[in-house]
């Protein structure tokens, strides 16, 4: 018999005492409705399926120092904890504009932060890479942050293909919606070119025998690549490498990171600040030698000489902040910017 409409639907059953599988988590899922439940994950030190906790929030409102009634960027707005920060710090008058080029969590987000009560006065999300951030801008801004890291909802769903956790076809993407799959990738490299991408993007120190085992055979799975470089007799190490040179690879993160650190000036008001939160050793390089090129050319007034890290409470509270380096900049007051680069 069927239900009847307005009837409530009853939640799919899952075996045993507690939800295994991500789809089944439907508390953490809806944290609105789960607070207490969410809170003894939170305590636990672990980060809730289906949520992100944005990492040295308290470092990056020292170094941007929101003011009321300023213009900010989140550029990778994610699950919007920077976002809200952000967002508190510069009312009355501020105005927030967010990126993201996921177009599954982004939605997501600009609900949550228009249920807690910013409207499109003080908040306007772009679904679009944080290298197009002049094609989106309206004026310069008074502060822009970039969070690097993937989040923890792509992490945490199998589907997305991010984890060597669970069996999942090999994404990798943040788009889904556009260009090819790391599966897809990998069946078009040869061993020299697939070995020159692990050392560039992840560093791998064994990257031209695992990139002649990879390939040996096509593989199509998170767990079938990860089983295959523990077969060539390498660790986790190696399996987070390769997927992380991978991900870099499949979602040209290094190319938008370029562009984007090009166009960070003309995006700036003069005094404007900047702040970028990387994770790995090819991201904090690229920002760093960026921001020391606009010292030296008079471009930035000040920057970040020493990367800064998560307090070590902040590590045990949440393990995914331990490779977090934070560095910033400030755009000197008459700097003169060229144009050229420009999109």
Known sequence: MSESPGR????????????????????????????????????????PVGTHRPIMV????QVLAPRAGEIAVDCTIGYGGHAHALLMAIQPGGHL?????DPIELPKTEARLRQLGFGPESFTAHRTNFAGLAKVLPEPADLILADLGLSSMQIDNPARGFTYKYDAPLDLRMNPRRGQPASALLASLDPETLATLLIENSDEPNAEPLAREILKTPIATTTGLAATI????????????????LRIAVNDEFGALDAFLRNIPMCLKPGGRVAILTFHSGEDRRVKKAFQSGERD??????????????????RANPRSRSAKLRWARRAIAAIIEAEGQP
Do not use: M, W
């Open 8 to 47: 409530h639907k009853r939640r799919p059953r899952y075996s045993g005492r507690n939800p295994r599988h991500f789809a089944e988590k439907y508390k953490e899922h809806a944290p609105e409705r789960y607070a207490e439940e969410v809170a003894k994950v939170l305590a636990s030190g672990k980060t």
């Open 58 to 61: 308290r470092e990056v409102l």
């Open 97 to 101: 504009i967010g990126l993201d080029i």
């Open 230 to 245: 523990r077969k060539a007799g390498r660790d986790d190490d190696s399996v987070r490498r390769v997927f992380q040179a």
């Open 298 to 315: 008079g471009t930035y007034a000040e920057i970040a000489h020493e990367a800064l890290r998560p307090a070590p409470d902040e590590v």
